[in-house]
């Protein structure tokens, strides 16, 4: 089945906001081996909207639009779809009530202009809100829902689940399964990996993300065994590249070794300027392990905050491996991490160039260092040196510990 994705929204095209609904739009379908076979930005303009939806409609079978759902006089998506569908708008007095009980318990006045977020075209199926106001809208095979993305997270996999059903599309269900890889470029990825994929009906992607690059596999349900063989290979193969499946992180898996074998954490940043910390914390119970977090981004912080001596800084520089196992045997805990380098744009030199960095990792009495130079902007750069150290400390936690 082919979907077409229209997205609703002047500000997609005027820079004011960048489209992220279609992705996860798309990864949504491809659990249901749904296939968007295009997707079209268009402007707060009734016949533009109009000339959208007529487009789908003689090329796919199901048409997706997202934004244009709120009460304001640039909000008309549902309008069009009405005239489209050559049906009237109305309201459901049972959803007026609920959203007025939502304005009331968020401690917001109700206005006439509000109940504009309820109408639906005539004979239209809604999907509940949980998150937000205005419902997701179903009529003719074309769904609505609002802009604001966990909105949209919220009631896409309601709609899926019941569209799947209603259509009779579940009978071989398609399976996905990612494997998230951090340390070996795309390329190489592909080379080591597609002698696995013989058998006709079982398919491979790779996927690059800010935390790795996922190679994702995909077929019917029925051959989840068949797959499943396949990922044993691929670990057998080039297991030391792979930190986690599906929903894994970085982070998460750090967090989750650190409570396996209680062992507490605490960081030492200078160029990633706290990023590393705030990584960690981003994942629930991570209280459980993580003690204290160091921004020591001058000299006198690193010698104040973490005993690094004042001849090291002087012989070997802030950006050194002297400067960053001082740094790191400075923090009192189990695990130790530290970073330092150059994350630019000014600021290097032939010899310390822009993207040199050093991290530490302590654990317990031991100590490891690595150099790595990055490429990058300066935000590029910080986030690399993050995903790397949080990378190695897994390596070393998982062969060590």
């Not at 001082?326 to 970073?339: I, S, W």
Request: hydrophobic share 35%; with cysteine; proline share 2%.
């Amino acid at each position: 089945m082919k979907v077409g994705v229209i997205l609703v929204g002047t500000e997609l095209l005027n820079g004011g906001m960048i489209d992220t609904n279609s992705i996860y739009i798309a990864e949504e379908l491809n659990k249901y081996g749904l296939e968007m076979e295009f997707k079209i930005v268009v402007r707060d303009f009734k016949d533009e909207i109009y000339r959208a939806i007529d487009y789908c409609k003689k090329n796919v079978d199901l048409i997706i639009m997202s934004g244009g759902l709120g009460p304001t006089l640039d909000d008309i998506t549902k309008e069009v779809i009405a005239e489209y569908v050559n049906k009237p708008l109305v309201v459901d007095a049972e959803e007026l009530e609920e959203l007025k009980d939502k304005f009331i318990k968020g401690g917001y006045t109700f206005t006439e202009i509000n109940k504009k977020e309820v109408e639906k075209p005539e004979g239209s199926v809604t999907f509940k809100n949980d998150v937000g106001m205005a419902p997701a809208v179903y009529i003719d095979d074309i769904v609505a829902f609002p802009g604001v993305p966990r909105e949209l997270y919220n009631m896409l996999p309601k709609f899926l689940a019941w569209y799947t059903k209603e259509k009779n599309l579940i009978d071989d269900e398609i399976y996905i399964k990612d494997l998230i890889t951090y340390g070996m470029p795309e390329s190489i990825l592909d080379k080591e990996v597609r002698e696995f994929f013989t058998e006709e009906g079982i398919y491979y992607e790779f996927l690059v993300k800010d935390y790795g690059i996922l190679i994702r596999l995909q077929s019917k349900r029925s051959n989840k065994n068949k797959v499943e063989k396949i990922i044993k290979k691929i670990y057998n193969k080039i297991g030391k590249f792979i930190f986690g499946e599906d929903n894994d992180r970085l982070e998460g898996k750090v967090v989750e070794l650190l409570r396996e074998n209680k062992l507490s954490i605490s960081t030492a940043e200078s160029c990633t300027g706290g990023m590393l910390a705030s990584r960690l914390i981003d994942v629930s119970g991570v209280s459980e392990v993580f003690y204290e977090g160091i921004v020591s981004y001058s000299n006198e912080s690193k010698m104040k905050r973490l005993g690094v001596k004042k001849e090291t800084l002087e012989k070997y520089g802030a950006v050194s491996e002297e400067t960053v196992r001082e740094m790191v045997m400075g923090l009192q805990t189990d695990v130790g991490l530290a970073t330092t380098g150059i994350a630019g744009p000014e600021g290097g030199t032939e010899e310390k160039p822009v993207g040199l960095v050093y991290m530490g990792i302590k654990i317990k009495d031991r100590v490891y260092v690595e150099k790595r130079v990055f490429k990058g902007d300066r935000n590029k750069i910080r986030e690399r040196t993050v995903s790397h150290t949080l990378f190695t400390l897994i390596k070393i936690l998982n062969e060590d510990v």
